[in-house]
Structure formats: structure tokens, C-alpha cells
């Protein structure tokens, strides 16, 4: 009964309540556009990372992260990338032999990571095959072809068809150096990247280097993201002497900054809902002004001061929820029709590939971010609530009916 009466109070100035439901809905469905751009941002630059380079999981000599040194290749690689192939849970895996060099042609020379890899199986680890602006992805017969990056042949002044002279330290600690021609130039999200990732065939970065078919890099990727912990915890147990690494570890700088703008996604959500709180409780107060006569009659019919409170607050609770129901509906629907056509950002896109973007942003709001959403309304609804309830309680029920 309490609840029905509730609702009819609220309707009595259906003006006032109707801007109110209606800010909220606005608020709520501005809020969650917000924070599925953030979090379509966020999963584009985790993604990008892991299918350019980090993948899911990564296994290494201990100690060639810090150093990447040449001489630091893993034990037994060919073995080790087999295990870890044949792994449950893992659904690709491919091994990768990582020199750190100079990359040289007539014009000018840049520092360079370059990554001897297997193009069958790095296809199933990576996407650089798919992001081929000119050439092809080692689909050639040329002598020592390499695959590299629009921003590093720009840099070096190069193009498809193009001599480029790799040099770096060999295994036996001399300096060695290889021609090699540029087939293919990719673009990825990542400006960063590009810049300095060259890809050659393992059997020729062997050659020039001296390595033997020894590999410094196992990279992998799994069938369920939401395993990610779970698998590297196990292939360490089975790995031991070597260094298994999730991308979580791999750049902790790029997990901070998940973690981070996740908390400051809940902090501005809350910040949105909180602006509300003023409204609502000037529309409860004035609503309770209104009905100081009638609440005065009821306290003095017996209705104890715990009820009189409880009913302002499920009228605080319908309005908050009403208009969060509909923000809800509005946000999900938006959401939806955003995440299918994308916000084109092409005006800043090369600011975006800075930070391993593309110009196509596309929303997305993770399903445990909604029982959050919903906790937030109601807090504003009990916060709401608060003032004018106290006010509704502390009535003297004579004088409120002599007064009014």
C-alpha cells in the first residue's frame, strides 16, 4: 500500500517529476556512453598490443627482458614451443628469434628490434599480416626479404622494393650485417610500433646472425582471455628455468593504465550520479512541503517516524529508478548501434596511433559494469533521500495541521 501511495505523490506534479526522471535518464544514458568509450578505447589499445607484438603470453630466458642480449636463447626452444603449442588452453603459439640492430639504407639509419619468425605460424599469433598497406607478407621468392612499418619507412626514407642493411651483434659477440629488401610496409595502431619492428625470415636472421635456429621468444595466445592467469601459472609449473609472462606482466605500464581507468571510470560515474542528488532532493523537499498537513495527520493517526522517513525514501527510489531505467534502456540501445557503426576519429588519427588507436573507436560496456550501475542509482536515491526524510520526521504533527 505504502508503495502505491508513494507513487501517487510522486505524479502529483507530474511537471516536476517528469524533469527530474527526465535528468536522470539524461545523466545515467550520458555516463554509460562515457565510460563504453573509454572501455571500447582501453580493449583497442590492449588488443592492438597483444596482436602486434605482447600476444597473450610470452615465455623467455630468465633475463633477456632486461638485457636482450643475443647469447640469452631458450634451452631446448623447439622442444619448449612445442609443449607449449600442445598446451591446454592454448590455441597458437609461435617461436621468434629477437636481435636488437641498426636499420640502414642510403639516406639515413634508426634503431631497430628485429623480430627472425616462422610467417605460418607468427599468422596465427599476430595480425601484421593482415595490416599490409603495400606488398605482401613474405609472399615472395626475393633473397632476405623484411616486412616493416609505415612510420619506420618513412623514417628511413624506403620503400617497397627497397635495399635495407641490418646491422647488430652476432652470437659469437661480433658485429654482422645483411642486406636485406623490403616486401612488404604495414600500418598497425600503433605508431610506437611501427617505428621500430622489423619482421625477417627465422632461417635468414640465422644466417646473419650466427643463432643456430636457437629462439628467444615463445609467443602464445589463448582461446579464453578470461584464462589468462590460470594458463601462465600452469605453463610456468611446467616450464621451470624459464620466464612465462602474461601481458599483464610484460607491460605493467599498459596494465596500470587498465586498471586505473577503470577506477576512474566508477569515480566519474559516481561524480554524474551525485550532480543528481541535488535535484532529487529539492524535488522530495518540496514534495514534502506540500504535504506537511497531511504527513502531521498521519504521524498523528500513529505512523511512527521510521515509516514517514520510508516513504520518502521509496519516493526518492521510484524517481532514481525510473529514471535509470529508462538511462539504462537508452544506453544499452545506443551502445549497440555505436558498437556496430563506430565513432570514425579519422581528423585525429594520428594522435590516436600514439597511443596504439585507430581513428574507429567502438563502445563497449562489459556486462559487470551494469550491477554496478544499478548500485550507484540506488545510493543516490538513499543519499537523496536523507534531508528531506529527516525534514518529514521531525514535524510536530499538531503543528503541522494548524499551520497548513
Known sequence: MI???CWRNIWRN???SGI????TTFALWAGIIAVALSFGMMEQIVDSAIKSSLSHIQIHAPGFMEQKEIGRTIPG???VLRKTQSFPGVKAASGRSIVTGMAST???ASGVMIYGIDPVKERAVTDIWDKMQEGGYFQTSKRNPIVIGRKLADRLETKLGSKVVLTAQAQDSSISAGAFRVVGIYRSESAVFDEIAVFALQSDID????LSGQIHEIAAVIGNPTELDSVTAKLT???PGLKVDSWKMLSKTLAYYVDAGVQMMDISMMLILLTLVFGITNTLLMGVVERVREIGVVMALGMNHFKVFSMVLIESLLLSLTGGALGMFT???SIEILAKYGIDLSNFSEGLAEFGMSHMIYPILPLEQYPKIILMVIITAVIAAIFPGIKAMRLNPIKAIRSY
Open 237 to 239: 609449473a611446467i616450464l
Open 77 to 79: 626452444g623447439t622442444e
Open 207 to 210: 644466417k646473419t646472425f650466427g
Open 106 to 108: 642510403a639516406a639515413t
Open 331 to 333: 544506453g544499452v540501445i
Open 14 to 16: 507530474k511537471k516536476r
Open 3 to 5: 508503495w502505491k501511495i
Open 20 to 23: 527530474i526522471v527526465a535528468a
